[in-house]
T-cell receptor
């Protein structure tokens, strides 16, 4: 089956800098994408989502960019804080026509904040 | 509004036993889906329920099953447990299918 992947397993950034986490997907039928944050011992926490009819969506300190031409998704976190340390997953929901197939998750990027 | 609640948080079972995990979705959410998370395979989709009907199932053996009740609460069952079933089992609820999914804290299952 098709899957969603992330480019880097670990990303280290300085506190206060902007973070960019990337994700590539291969299912061209995907029409809905979500970014999740997972802290140790907790379930994934919804951050932001975007549908395929949009290129960009902004939230509080976060921006998601979608490039359908190259099947690329990115999450930008502004002014990274220590509390942003976590594993970040991108997920896509590509309805194959038989109904919702559930979310397909990437492997995750561990964001490490350096003081 | 209360979040997704999963019980129990931790379980230890012996090979060959069966286990039932419970999930209470966010109030008003009709879609519940289940995922298995392991270090090696990451997050994998198990199944999704909407209005008591299983809409889709991931690539897992028949030992994994689930159901949803009329109040949207869901249970999943794993029979004849194997060591490889040790994982964090996560439940997510959504208002409708193909919308944002909110996860619970998960049930950590250890099979010995």
């Amino acid at each position: 089956g098709e899957s969603v992947g992330l480019h880097l397993p670990t990303l280290s950034v300085q506190e206060g800098d902007n973070s960019i986490i990337n994700c590539a997907y291969s299912n061209s039928a995907s029409d809905y994408f979500i970014w999740y944050k997972q802290e140790s011992g907790k379930g994934p926490q919804f951050i932001i989502d975007i549908r395929s009819n949009m290129d960009k969506r902004q939230g509080q300190r976060v921006t998601v960019l979608l490039n359908k031409t190259v099947k690329h998704l990115s999450l930008q976190i502004a002014a990274t804080q220590p509390g942003d340390s976590a594993v970040y997953f991108c997920a896509e929901n590509g309805d194959s026509g038989g109904g919702a197939d559930g979310l397909t998750f990437g492997k995750g990027t561990h964001l490490i904040i350096q003081p | 509004k209360a979040g997704v609640t999963q019980t129990p948080r931790y379980l230890i079972k012996t090979r060959g036993q069966q286990v039932t995990l419970s999930c209470s979705p966010i109030s008003g959410h009709r879609s519940v889906s289940w995922y298995q998370q392991t270090p090696g395979q990451g997050l994998q989709f198990l199944f999704e329920y909407f209005s008591e009907t299983q809409r889709n199932k991931g690539n897992f053996p028949g030992r994994f099953s689930g159901r949803q009740f009329s109040n949207s609460r869901s249970e999943m069952n794993v029979s004849t447990l194997e060591l490889g079933d040790s994982a964090l089992y996560l439940c997510a609820s959504s208002p409708q299918w193909n919308t944002e999914a909110f996860f619970g804290q998960g049930t950590r299952l250890t099979v010995v």
